[in-house]
């Protein structure tokens, strides 16, 4: 699926390089990356002018259907002069928007939340834990270029970086059960639509039938989530953005500059490596209470001492 083609680390670094592609003469053609600020104003007046000129229909997901579905969606374009039919909305009147900051430019993205019934008390994901999901993506004109149509899971943070943004304002299912088949079946889950500019999607890289700077629209059911811990040290994922908490992990700005979620400056971000303070001893080691969580073991520093250097204590060879 090219929805995980491409890793949020790749697109944090798109702003400095150049993509290339094949080209008849010599072998290939170099598309140099274009001004994100410059291209954002293009992208947003692009998918405002679809919002304002497509209508959804809303009646299907106005609360009376206890367990809706993005498969239930239907979006139409509204004829020059027509009117918007009984039971449909525009979605310009039902969206909601997401300032968010990128690659140092300023982004708005937006969502429709479609289940109106949804237990408030079902667990959320992060930016940074996997999902389980079935979703449709097109382009402003409709044309599906991907789909998962049964359950799939996916890292959000091997996506693209809107994924991250949108899914934490979605709830899980409510339950689920499996059927005799090997099916799943859930209740109550989360159900929407992301409308995506390129540079919170796949910027300057082409994916398949996917060009550069193209925006896109994302239907998804959230199903599922797990709580990543991808270096295993203890930490869930989404706390090693401790940093700037904005939903992304972003490497420092300049050699000894500790302004990202790289704290030893090894370019490893720390939830991917198992050693955040490049002290030697693992991450997980440091958790010197014993009770899982290395975060609450403070240092003479005042820091946590899986983030300080000067403290080397490990609890490796004792049993707690």
């Known amino acids: 699926m090219k929805l995980m083609k491409i890793s949020l680390f790749v697109l944090g670094l798109a702003t400095c390089f150049l993509s290339c592609k094949k080209d008849d003469d010599d072998g290939t053609v170099v598309v140099e990356v274009r001004d994100r600020t410059e291209q954002q104003i293009e992208d947003k007046a692009l998918l405002l002018d679809y919002l304002e000129t497509h209508y959804y229909n809303a009646s299907a997901f106005d609360g009376s259907n206890p367990n809706p579905s993005s498969k239930d969606l239907i979006i139409e374009e509204l004829e020059e002069g027509g009117t918007v039919p009984t039971g449909y909305r525009l979605l310009i009147e039902d969206i909601t928007t997401l300032d968010v900051v990128f690659a140092e430019t300023d982004y708005e993205l937006y969502y429709i939340d479609l289940n109106k019934n949804v237990n408030p008390d079902s667990p959320s994901p992060t ?12 382009f402003l004109d409709d044309d599906v270029f991907d789909s998962a149509v ?142 899982g969580d290395p975060t609450n073991d403070i240092g003479k520093n005042g820091i946590p001492k899986y983030l300080d250097p000067e403290e080397t204590e490990s609890n490796e060879n004792q049993t707690l």
């Open 127 to 138: 930016f940074a834990d996997n999902v389980a999901t079935n979703y449709k993506g097109f």
């Open 150 to 291: 049964n359950p799939t899971v996916f890292d959000l943070t091997a996506t693209v970086p809107a994924w991250g943004q949108v899914m934490p304002n979605f709830h899980v299912a409510e339950t689920f059960a499996d059927n005799a088949d090997g099916t799943t079946s859930y209740i109550n889950h989360g159900v929407g639509i992301m409308f995506v500019p390129s540079g919170l999607g796949y910027y300057n890289f082409s994916q398949g039938s996917i060009p550069s700077y193209t925006c896109l629209i994302f239907s998804f059911d959230l199903l599922q989530m797990y709580e990543n811990d991808h270096d295993d040290d203890g930490i869930p994922s989404y706390k090693e953005d401790w940093n700037t908490n904005d939903g992304f992990f972003t490497y420092n700005s300049a050699e000894g500059v500790h302004d990202g979620d790289d704290t030893d400056d090894d370019d490893l971000l720390d939830y991917n490596d198992a050693d955040d303070d490049g002290d030697g001893v693992l991450t997980k080691y440091e958790d010197i209470d014993g009770d």
